[in-house]
């Protein structure tokens, strides 16, 4: 499983909260992602990160922020949860084009 | 940016038949092609990849094909057993980077039939 973890596995909240999902990996991998996957839209990338602090927005951005302050933690942050953030989010981590994914974020915003 | 079209949505075989998912990518200069296997409440699993320097790639019951001038992509699993059962994804990246900012397809639920 690349040595990659997410925290917590499941969580509902309630809209308008701040949420924080955390990805870890063991591998020291450059790059990670996160990806949200929703029925009919397959996996969308929201932010991804090249390195300790250097970070981007990817395709599906608006509403999520990222840090980055230690190569092996990629934190997704929800500023104000809302019903359309209900979604199982991944992340992700490799090198070059290669990407391994950690198992998965089942988030519920009520 | 890329824009990577799959299909089909759907694919039911009889188990023992062969199965085949095609992508299509809007850049060409696109290198690098992968595929995802993701069983029912898992991980995406990546099963096999393919540079743009190559025309196919196998492993054991699985190939992928490269057509770089139609820009298409396919998967290719061959005698197919129950456990193939999984929704499929391919995805390309925008050509020109070093990391992998990847499009993914819109996947294709494979149901093997036993």
């Known amino acids: 499983d690349a040595g990659i973890t997410q925290s917590p596995r499941h969580k509902v909240t309630e809209t308008g909260t701040p949420v924080t999902l955390r990805c870890h990996q063991t591998e020291n991998h450059r790059y990670m992602y996160w990806y949200r996957q929703d029925p009919g839209h397959g996996l969308r990338l929201i932010h991804y990160?090249?390195?300790?602090?250097?970070?981007d927005k990817g395709e599906v951005s608006d509403g999520y922020s990222v840090s980055r302050s230690k190569t092996e933690d990629f934190l997704l942050t929800l500023e104000s949860a809302t019903s359309s953030q209900t979604s199982v989010y991944f992340c992700?981590?490799?090198?070059?084009?290669?990407?391994?994914f950690g198992p998965g974020t089942r988030l519920t915003v009520l | 940016g890329e824009n990577v079209e799959q299909h089909p949505s759907t694919l039911s075989v009889q188990e023992g038949d062969s199965a085949v998912i095609k992508c299509t990518y809007s850049?060409?200069?696109?290198?690098?092609f992968p595929w995802y296997k993701q069983e029912l409440g898992k991980r995406p699993q990546l099963i096999i990849d393919?540079?743009?320097?190559?025309g196919e790639k196998k492993d054991q019951r699985i190939a992928v094909t490269l057509n770089k001038t139609a820009k298409h992509f396919s998967l290719h699993i061959t005698e197919t057993q129950p456990e193939d059962s999984a929704v499929y994804f391919c995805?390309?990246?925008?050509?020109?980077?070093?990391?992998?900012?990847?499009?993914f397809g819109q996947g294709t639920i494979l149901t093997v039939h036993p």
């Open positions: 992700a981590a490799g090198e070059g084009n290669e990407q391994f």
């Open positions: 393919i540079r743009s320097n190559v």
């Open positions: 995805a390309a990246p925008p050509g020109g980077t070093s990391y992998g900012k990847l499009t």
């Open positions: 850049d060409s200069a696109s290198n690098y």
């Open positions: 990160s090249y390195g300790v602090k250097d970070t």
